[in-house]
């Protein structure tokens, strides 16, 4: 079955990097685009960004643009999310989710990565 | 990029229909049929309801369905039950890549 496990929760310092992994297992991995989704505390879903497992192709939402970086391991199946310069406004649950084609069809969800930034 | 408009709030009782609308401009819901809508349960992942404007992806219920007109996409909801209290989400592929969210709606099953 379709399986997205991702990595712990973890507890940052404002100005530091976290970096947040997903793993996929039950579907051919280069065949689904993943995206990164997050929620804030009191707020609603946000985009992140998005890889192409297929090549490593990314785009990312233009207020992320400077500090996210999203790259892949085609060899254990798994994507990484990479944000730095945290603040606490970056406190938020962290979603991966797989699509088909990359046009907002995201059909299996990570279970969720709590980042907490606090000093 | 500005999130998609979608009511914050609506209800309705059970055995009811109602529809959460979610407004976007010419360059992503006007010019893509690819509108999505997503369920979220307080401290649960989020599950995916409808694609591409209005298909149903594998075991979703059809008492959910989608449409759009123009800049506006809709999901309805037919025979309210009390375990479709929720939050709401619609999400319009921008081009290049890129999707956009609604702010997210909350439906209380009265």
């Known amino acids: 079955q379709v399986q997205l496990v991702q990595s712990g929760a973890e507890v940052k310092k404002p100005g530091a990097s976290v970096r947040i992994f997903c793993k996929a297992s039950g579907y051919t991995f280069t065949s689904y685009y993943v995206h990164w989704v997050r929620r804030a505390p009191g707020q609603g879903l946000e985009w992140v960004g998005i890889i192409n497992p297929n090549g490593g192709r990314t785009s990312y939402a233009q207020k992320f643009q400077a500090r996210v970086t999203m790259t892949r391991d085609t060899s254990t199946s798994t994507v990484y999310m990479d944000l730095s310069s945290l603040t606490s406004e970056d406190t938020a649950v962290y979603y991966c989710?797989?699509?088909?084609?990359?046009?907002?069809?995201?059909?299996?969800w990570g279970q969720g990565t709590l980042v907490t930034v606090s000093s | 990029q500005s999130a998609l408009t979608q009511p914050a709030s609506v209800s309705g009782s059970p055995g009811q229909s109602i529809t959460i609308s979610c407004t976007g401009t010419?360059?992503?819901?006007?010019?893509?049929?690819?509108v999505s809508w997503y369920q979220q349960h307080p401290g649960k992942v989020p599950k995916l309801l409808i694609f591409?404007?209005?298909k149903w992806p594998s075991g979703a219920s059809y008492r959910f369905s989608g449409s759009k007109s123009g800049y506006t996409a809709s999901l309805t909801i037919s025979g309210l039950q009390t375990d479709d209290e929720a939050d709401y989400y619609c999400?319009?592929?921008?081009?290049?890549?890129?999707?956009?969210f609604g702010g997210g709606t909350k439906l209380t099953v009265l």
């Open positions: 999400s319009s592929y921008t081009g290049d890549g890129t999707t956009i």
């Open positions: 989710a797989r699509d088909p084609l990359g046009a907002s069809e995201l059909d299996y």
């Open positions: 010419r360059n992503d819901v006007g010019r893509y049929d690819y």
């Open positions: 591409d404007v209005s």
